[in-house]
């Protein structure tokens, strides 16, 4: 069994960490880093007592409570994130607006050259491995091609000797070949 973690920081220091259920295989939860952006109670049972809305570009996701408890701990919801009830419970009210969410886990492979513009799981994939090379210093990797990004890509472009056009085509994704590390699911306010 796979083990899935959520945890939670206050002040830089680990508070609490709390088994939770992420994506299963064709609808994986998504790596980056968001954040908190809406705090609604949900109507729907299967969404448990409890929602924390994460601003992903490309679809609703979110962290939230389960009427399916002998979920937990396995990668089995549409993507995302699951805990028990009494746990979302606890987070709930101490998680204001705006809170940060690193989710770490397998990048997205980039299939192609992306452009500005774009929001996708391969956009976060392209940011972090900017990052790993220092280029992507000022953002957050958010799946959203946008200034920074195109910004990032042209220094790397320059910095490689590629033409600084801001596309992250094939010869500069070659040229970003070697992908961070995956990780773990980090919940930090």
């Not at 391969?122 to 200034?147: N, W």
Request: charge should be neutral.
């Amino acid at each position: 069994m796979e083990h899935f973690t959520l945890y939670l920081y206050t002040d830089g220091e680990l508070w609490r960490h709390y088994p939770i259920a992420v994506g299963k295989g064709r609808s994986p939860s998504p790596v980056g880093e968001w954040k908190i952006v809406e705090k609604p109670i949900p109507l729907a049972p299967e969404l448990g007592t409890r929602w924390l809305g994460l601003n992903v570009p490309w679809g609703n996701y979110g962290i939230h409570g389960t009427d399916k408890p002998w979920s937990i701990g396995w990668a089995s919801s549409g993507g995302c994130f699951r805990m028990y009830n009494e746990d979302i419970e606890e987070v709930y009210p101490l998680i204001p607006l705006g809170t940060p969410v690193i989710v770490k886990g397998p990048l997205t492979p980039i299939k192609g050259p992306l452009k500005p513009g774009k929001n996708s799981p391969e956009v976060v994939t392209l940011q972090l491995l900017l990052r790993s090379k220092g280029f992507y210093v000022f953002g957050p990797a958010d799946g959203y091609y946008g200034t920074m990004t195109q910004l990032a890509v042209k220094l790397f472009q320059l910095y490689t000797g590629l033409e600084p056009s801001g596309t992250a085509d094939a010869a500069t994704l070659n040229q970003l070949n070697t992908p961070p590390p995956s990780g773990i699911t980090v919940f930090q306010p």
